[in-house]
């Protein structure tokens, strides 16, 4: 069965940084395209990056882009987002999320993890 | 690039709702749509336009013109009571956009 299990979200103090992490199970993280995805309190779901599955393409949202990083750790199958310089504002249960072919681009996830909480504040 | 949806659509049961989504020559995109009920991670109801994920009634479908697309639901149930939103690939940017959402109630 094809599953995602993020972890590392916390409360972190504004200008912090935060590792997120994102355990693949059931497929090969290197065969597929994978974003994070983030959506604030009452809010809608945002894109914040995605890379493609042998890590060539890799794109952010202007809203994080110079702040985060996203990488992948294939030994591991792991999927990671380093977040720099946090912002009240970066505030969201974050998700990572699985596209159904190799290349990053015009497609949507079919498959989501339940989501880790970043809450940035004093 | 910006996505335009109603922030909510009121429908009977039995009923027909439709959703739209707006956007600048989307009829040249391809378009995604998510349901996502309150506490719940969305879930893939439509991909490229007018394709359902194995699981998905058929009563879900969608379509395309050249400034809106549209998620039909037809014969509404109870549970189709959710948040719905729509997603496309912007190549100018290479940025993944989602629509503001619109909420679904069956009266």
């Known amino acids: 069965e094809v599953q995602l299990l993020e972890s590392g979200g916390t409360l972190v103090q504004p200008g912090g940084s935060l590792r997120l992490s994102c355990v693949a199970s059931?497929?090969?993280?290197?065969?597929?395209?994978m974003s994070w995805v983030r959506q604030a309190p009452g809010k809608g779901p945002e894109w914040v990056s995605g890379?493609?599955?042998?890590?060539?393409?890799?794109y952010y949202a202007d809203s994080v882009k110079g702040r985060f990083t996203i990488s992948r750790d294939t030994s591991k199958n792991t999927l990671s987002l380093q977040m720099n310089s946090l912002r009240a504002e970066d505030t969201a249960v974050y998700y990572c999320?699985?596209?159904?072919?190799?290349?990053?681009?015009?497609?949507?996830?079919?498959?989501w993890g339940k989501g880790t909480t970043v809450t940035v504040s004093s | 690039y910006v996505l335009t949806q109603p922030p909510s659509v009121s429908v009977a049961p039995g009923e027909t709702a439709r959703i739209p989504c707006g956007g600048k020559?989307?009829?040249?995109?391809?378009v995604h749509w998510f349901q996502q009920k309150p506490g719940h991670v969305p879930v893939l109801v439509i991909y490229?336009?007018?394709n359902r994920p194995s699981g998905i009634p058929d009563r879900f479908s969608g379509s395309s013109s050249e400034h809106a697309a549209t998620l039909t639901i037809s014969r509404v149930e109870a549970g189709d009571e959710a948040d719905y939103y729509c997603?496309?690939?912007?190549?100018?940017?290479?940025?993944?956009?989602f629509g503001g959402g619109t909420k679904v109630t069956v009266l």
């Open positions: 997603q496309v690939w912007d190549s100018d940017t290479n940025h993944r956009l």
């Open positions: 890379i493609s599955g042998r890590g060539d393409e890799i």
């Open positions: 490229y336009d007018n």
């Open positions: 999320a699985k596209d159904p072919i190799l290349r990053f681009g015009d497609d949507a996830p079919g498959v």
């Open positions: 020559n989307i009829g040249i995109k391809s």
């Open positions: 059931g497929f090969t993280l290197s065969s597929f395209g």
